[in-house]
């Protein structure tokens, strides 16, 4: 097997386990990979596979969805902020991610793809937070 072959892991963020598939030389870029509704990290198993010796691929299963914590409505609100927080923690959480820049991000469908705008949204907020603050 090479070193390089998918490799099933957890991270915890903000106390919530979220799995994650990875594959690939952590040194070559990396692909961000978020599935959509209602799927998993399994879904893109064939193409990690594909794209495993030019990429680092990265998978997670949104909470609630696959192998990742699926605590109640209770518990955790599902939205789409939330979801986009805890993917957002992912980089910190992942050690081959945290010495990196930001990932491309590859988003299926519905939810992978309000996730991205989410955080999208939210770095632009930032930006315009800093923007105004400097110029005071």
């Known amino acids: 097997m090479s070193a390089f072959a998918t490799r099933y892991n957890t991270a915890t963020i903000e106390g919530l386990e979220v799995f994650y598939r990875e594959a690939g030389d952590p040194n070559n870029p990396t692909l961000l990979l978020l599935h959509g509704f209602p799927s998993s990290s399994h879904m893109f198993r064939n193409l990690i596979n594909s794209l495993a010796d030019e990429y680092h691929l990265v998978a997670p ?9 699926m605590p109640t409505t209770t518990q955790f609100t599902y939205s789409f902020d939330r979801l986009t927080e805890i993917t957002e923690g992912l980089p910190r959480a992942c050690q081959t991610l945290k010495q990196r820049s930001a990932p491309s991000v590859r988003a299926n469908r519905d ?4 996730l991205v705008r989410a955080a999208i949204l939210s770095v632009a907020r930032l930006s315009c937070q ?3 603050q400097s110029i005071r």
Request: hydrophobic share 40%.
């Open 61 to 69: 299963d949104h909470i609630g969805f696959g192998r990742s914590a």
């Open 111 to 114: 939810t992978g793809a309000m």
């Open 130 to 132: 800093r923007a105004t």
